[in-house]
């Protein structure tokens, strides 16, 4: 059997490694490192596989987050709802511009932001709320873009872990996630669905004028070379990564289905299981499961963590401690937020290795595993 890992981007690239090298050798070649045609033909790929007007690539997802807090204007002290079951890069960027994160619940069975927990948390001072696709299943955009219409709200989507999501409407119709609020945000994070060999990310928006402040931020406020328009910063995706991102695009669909193909052999393995829940899946998207979390109840959760590692199986646990609770948040009155929702999940989730390279042998192994101490 070969190792276990989290994630495998080894196995992947070796199954495209001669388009990758190439790709790497033809930028080195270039000397074109920087913005180019390679970037941009990039991000025409994504945005047309997004079905998104336009996509501004930049250097990670939580530059695109704090790029797309940025564009829309919004003012020290306007209020930001997001979820605190999250990575801390969703709300992190929210408190660097003086924003006030306001945390509330999520929905327990799919894990994302809860629309009745944003609705009871509007106030005068909202400008915006971020949902987040968390482990690759999408929040429900239905309810959250009604409310955002009705209080006059931004919406930004944090589509880090759930890029080639589909997300379909009560009305029938179909958006990829990402492109459904204001302004989409996702990551090239190397583990991420859509991975880079280093760091990436990208901003999509269906508006022309957002689009072109969006551009300008990312680039130093300038919008002609050395005219600076507004306060912005420096974030640039690379040639190179682009070039590798490019390559991968296209196996983006394929990646997910193998990812989904996983998801269905555990949730076949666990499904009798009374102190294991499965991964939920709603039926107005289709779960891209970044990760392939349970839910485990009567269970020792961080013995079974350490069980596991004791055997050779990773786990990890997404995520340790909410937002809410992060030390960092001590002085935006973080600890203030009672989300008993929350909490309960952040003791009972563990999240098992997913990946496009799993095999039945590794998945039997592991699954055998955790039986062995749910069971005992
Ligand atoms: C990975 C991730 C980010 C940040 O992306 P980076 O590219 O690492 O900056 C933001 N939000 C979520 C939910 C993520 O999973």
Same mark, same amino acid.
């Given at each position: 059997m070969r190792p276990l890992q989290m994630v495998d981007t080894k196995t992947q690239y070796h199954k495209i490694k001669t388009e990758v090298d190439a790709a790497v050798i033809s930028v080195l070649e270039s000397s074109a490192f920087i913005g180019g045609k390679v970037v941009t033909t990039f991000a025409d790929n994504l945005a047309k596989y997004h079905g998104s007007k336009h996509c501004i690539p930049c250097a990670n997802g939580t530059d695109a987050l704090q790029i797309a807090m940025m564009a829309l204007g919004l003012e020290p002290g306007d209020e930001v709802i997001t979820p605190s079951f999250t990575y801390i890069a969703t709300v992190e960027v929210a408190a660097l511009l003086r924003l006030k994160p306001v945390f509330v619940e999520v929905d327990p069975k799919t894990f994302c932001i809860d629309p009745a927990a944003i609705e009871k948390a509007i106030t005068p001072k909202t400008k915006a709320i971020v949902p987040v696709h968390l482990y690759g299943h999408a929040a429900?955009? /239905?309810?959250?873009?009604?409310?955002?219409?009705?209080?006059?709200?931004?919406?930004?989507?944090?589509?880090?872990?759930?890029?080639?999501? /589909?997300?379909?409407?009560?009305?029938?119709t179909t958006k990829k996630t990402g492109t459904i609020g204001n302004i989409g945000c996702t990551s090239f994070y190397p583990s991420k669905n859509l991975g880079a060999y280093g760091d990436g990310g990208a901003i999509f928006t269906n508006d022309d004028e957002l689009a072109s402040v969006l551009k300008m931020?990312?680039?130093?406020?300038?919008?002609?070379?050395?005219?600076?328009?507004?306060?912005?910063?420096?974030?640039?995706?690379?040639?190179?990564?682009?070039?590798?991102? /490019?390559?991968?695009?296209?196996?983006? /669909?394929?990646y997910i289905t193998a990812r989904v193909k996983a998801a269905d052999f555990y949730d076949n393995a666990f499904v009798d299981n009374k102190k294991i829940t499965t991964p939920f899946r709603a039926a107005d998207n289709k779960h891209v499961f970044h990760q392939y979390t349970l839910l485990v109840e009567g269970v020792d959760r961080d013995g079974l963590h350490q069980f596991l590692a004791d055997n050779g199986v990773p786990s990890m646990i997404y995520y340790p401690v909410p937002a809410h609770r992060q030390k960092m948040f001590d002085a935006f009155g973080g600890s203030n937020f009672n989300l008993p929702v929350t909490d309960w999940l952040t003791e009972r989730v563990i999240s098992l290795p997913i990946h496009t390279e799993l095999d039945e042998e590794q998945q039997t192994f592991i699954v055998n595993k955790v039986l062995e101490f749910v069971n005992k």
């Open positions: 429900n955009m /239905d309810a959250i873009m009604k409310i955002a219409a009705a209080h006059n709200l931004f919406v930004i989507e944090d589509n880090a872990q759930g890029i080639g999501n /589909d997300y379909t409407f009560s009305d029938g931020i990312a680039s130093h406020g300038q919008s002609k070379r050395y005219y600076h328009d507004v306060v912005g910063c420096n974030s640039r995706l690379d040639a190179i990564q682009a070039a590798i991102l /490019d390559i991968k695009l296209q196996h983006l /669909d394929e």
